[in-house]
């Protein structure tokens, strides 16, 4: 278990510019190939590329590293622990607890201030808590609304503040997803892209995977088994499963984690046999909302 990972955030060895290297590199071999006069326009073009990745990265760099250095010791004064760092952007939001339930996670649990594994039950933005470490108990407002925030499927790239380029998420389609409201569990329809669940649920456990009972592979397979529920193509599914088993936080592979010492004071919300009345939700590039 690790309690206060170390906080990693290179301003020239991070995985934008080798994105964009790679990119680069494929365009100017291609060139090469078959059209020798675009290699000096494309090696020229790549001054402005490379500044349009690395200036949202350094303006503000020290304020937000700050920030981080903050949260992650207030997590650890109120937690114990704190998550693996997480750098964004943050283009996408819920503003209620994301119940997902999956046998894989039975008998497993853990307590945290964004994630929740109880008994087979995943739930994401639970609510303000308050914790005893030294009595060893937490407890939810379940009902109390918050904010959690993504970036969709990893990675994207801030452009000269003017766009966000990045793997996509795919059309937006309606689905239904489980949720907590008025001291129930409810089944709620979003109008959101195809790949949205699968990867709020994918990376609130990559937050945590540093102190969570949940294994890289246990999240990769269940970021692959949500896809493919969602109705993404297999091939699609494959190749972002491909991505996230062989590029998402290597570090992690052999991390194993037990179950948490704190105990929860709250009880979890019982499961709604009635189907929430339907109203419409859009998901916005930069917000979902009702």
Known sequence: MQRHPPLHRPLLRHLDNLLVTLLGVALLVLAWMFLD???????????PVYLGVLLPRIVGRDERLRRVEAARERSVAEWGFCSRDRNGPWINYIDFPLVCEDPVFDGRFFYSEWLVVHDGR????????????????????????????????????????????????WWEH?????????????????????????????????QFLNVAPVTKAEADELFHRMLLRAGMPRLVAWVYRFAVVHGGARE?????NPNTSLRCLTP?????VHREPLAPHKARSAALQE
């Open 174 to 206: 309606l689905e239904s997803v489980q949720c907590l409201r008025h001291g129930q569990q409810k089944e709620r329809v979003m109008f959101w892209p195809v790949a949205h669940h699968a990867s709020l649920v994918h990376d609130a456990l990559y």
């Open 37 to 47: 006069e675009a290699v000096r326009p494309l090696l020229i073009g790549a001054v």
């Open 268 to 272: 979890l919300p019982g499961l709604e």
């Open 252 to 256: 992690m592979r052999r991390q194993r």
């Open 122 to 169: 995943i739930i994401i933005n639970p609510g303000p808590a308050s914790v005893d470490l030294a009595a060893g108990t937490v407890g939810y407002d379940f009902g109390c609304t918050r904010t959690y925030a993504w970036d969709g499927c990893s990675p994207k790239v801030p452009f000269f503040w003017i766009a966000t380029i990045g793997t996509p998420d």
